[in-house]
């Protein structure tokens, strides 16, 4: 049981919100595909809820996943990479706006390097952050693009300035969001701005979906809702100005692959339709109102 909320600190108020089901002595998969090398749906984590804050967060807390990380090489990752970039496309499209031939950007957690790619030509200069060293050669291999491999906290240590800095679906894979929340305001620039994406987990998708919500995963250590990224952003000086649907294009195939999770019956049926090549690769827009994107600016 963990006693103390690692936001508020405050004692003894934290609530398990979901028990966590078979994760006794199995390896935790890194991967940004994970569900496709492992079965999640019988391996959830235990999920706590603090009681005056109302962050929810995982027993994982504390547990350093930075050594998995630096190891990873995402195959299904890249076998998928062409509906990633249609993804990231429509991301773009949010966010282009916000960039300028002057500025100077970091992605925290750039992967593959698809968005960092789509954002290069459009800014004066960009840096990728990314521990994953199979991923950071291939965003340097092939798309030309200025990767670091460290650690986001001892980075943003060294007080780099930037006039904008974004994160995909990062922040709930921090140890110490908070700190490295108050870390990225001390390193933007006066106007600067913070972009980030996550999922919201007082959607109404994840509470018709329960402790079965995809998105509760080992490797995801923090449950953030509007109103908790809200107080977190606020508390390390960053104002939250807008808030938008995050919309994905996915295949077919990666879809089935999600259902096989979260119904297993579904398994034979999946089989059976993705011999038919024209289906596996058909794109699907993806809209459950449960991925949000956060527009925020330095006060």
Same mark, same amino acid.
């Given at each position: 049981?963990?006693?103390?909320?690692?936001?508020?600190?405050?004692?003894?108020?934290?609530?398990?919100?979901?028990?966590?089901?078979?994760?006794?002595?199995?390896?935790?998969?890194?991967?940004?595909?994970?569900?496709?090398?492992?079965?999640?749906?019988?391996?959830?984590?235990?999920?706590?809820?603090?009681?005056?804050?109302?962050?929810?967060?995982?027993?994982?807390?504390?547990?350093?996943?930075?050594?998995?990380?630096?190891?990873?090489?995402?195959?299904?990752?890249?076998?998928?990479?062409?509906?990633?970039?249609?993804?990231?496309?429509l991301f773009f499209r949010k966010?282009?706006?916000?960039?300028?031939?002057?500025?100077?950007?970091?992605?925290?957690?750039?992967?593959?390097?698809?968005?960092?790619?789509?954002?290069?030509?459009?800014?004066?200069?960009?840096?990728?952050?990314?521990?994953?060293?199979?991923?950071?050669?291939?965003?340097?291999?092939?798309?030309?693009?200025?990767?670091i491999t460290e650690k986001p906290?001892?980075?943003?240590?060294?007080?780099?300035?930037?006039?904008?800095?974004?994160?995909?679906?990062?922040?709930?894979?921090?140890?110490?969001?908070?700190? #490295?929340?108050?870390?990225?305001?001390?390193? *933007?620039?006066?106007?600067?701005?913070? @972009?980030? =994406?996550? &999922?919201? /987990?007082? !959607?109404?998708?994840?509470?018709?979906?329960?402790?079965?919500?995809?998105?509760?995963?080992?490797?995801?250590?923090?449950?953030?809702?509007?109103?908790?990224?809200?107080?977190?952003?606020?508390?390390?000086?960053?104002?939250?100005?807008?808030?938008?649907?995050? #919309?994905?294009?996915?295949?077919?195939?990666? *879809?089935?692959?999600?259902?096989?999770? @979260?119904? =297993?019956? &579904?398994? /034979?049926? !999946?089989?059976?339709?993705?011999?038919?090549?024209?289906?596996?690769?058909?794109?699907?827009?993806?809209?459950?109102?449960?991925?949000?994107?956060?527009?925020?600016?330095?006060?």
């Amino acid at each position: 049981m963990i006693n103390t909320c690692p936001f508020c600190k405050s004692v003894s108020s934290s609530e398990i919100l979901y028990r966590g089901v078979g994760g006794d002595n199995k390896e935790i998969n890194v991967e940004c595909t994970s569900h496709n090398s492992q079965d999640i749906e019988q391996w959830k984590p235990t999920l706590y809820k603090c009681k005056l804050c109302k962050l929810v967060f995982s027993e994982s807390i504390g547990v350093d996943f930075a050594e998995k990380y630096i190891d990873v090489i995402d195959q299904s990752y890249l076998d998928q990479i062409e509906f990633k970039k249609k993804t990231f496309e429509l991301f773009f499209r949010k966010i282009k706006k916000f960039l300028n031939k002057d500025h100077k950007i970091l992605e925290i957690g750039a992967y593959y390097g698809i968005l960092g790619n789509l954002i290069n030509p459009h800014v004066k200069e960009y840096h990728g952050l990314e521990l994953s060293t199979h991923a950071a050669n291939y965003a340097k291999k092939n798309f030309n693009l200025n990767m670091i491999t460290e650690k986001p906290e001892e980075y943003l240590e060294k007080n780099n300035k930037y006039d904008l800095i974004i994160m995909t679906d990062v922040i709930e894979h921090l140890d110490n969001p908070f700190k #490295v929340l108050s870390l990225i305001e001390k390193n *933007l620039n006066e106007g600067g701005q913070l @972009i980030l =994406s996550t &999922f919201n /987990f007082d !959607s109404m998708f994840s509470k018709i979906m329960g402790k079965k919500y995809p998105w509760i995963i080992p490797m995801h250590k923090y449950y953030f809702t509007n109103t908790t990224i809200k107080n977190c952003l606020n508390k390390s000086n960053l104002e939250l100005f807008d808030i938008q649907n995050d #919309v994905r294009l996915i295949s077919v195939e990666y *879809l089935f692959q999600k259902f096989n999770v @979260i119904f =297993s019956p &579904f398994k /034979f049926i !999946s089989r059976v339709l993705l011999k038919f090549k024209f289906i596996k690769n058909l794109t699907i827009k993806i809209n459950l109102y449960d991925l949000k994107i956060y527009f925020c600016k330095k006060r």
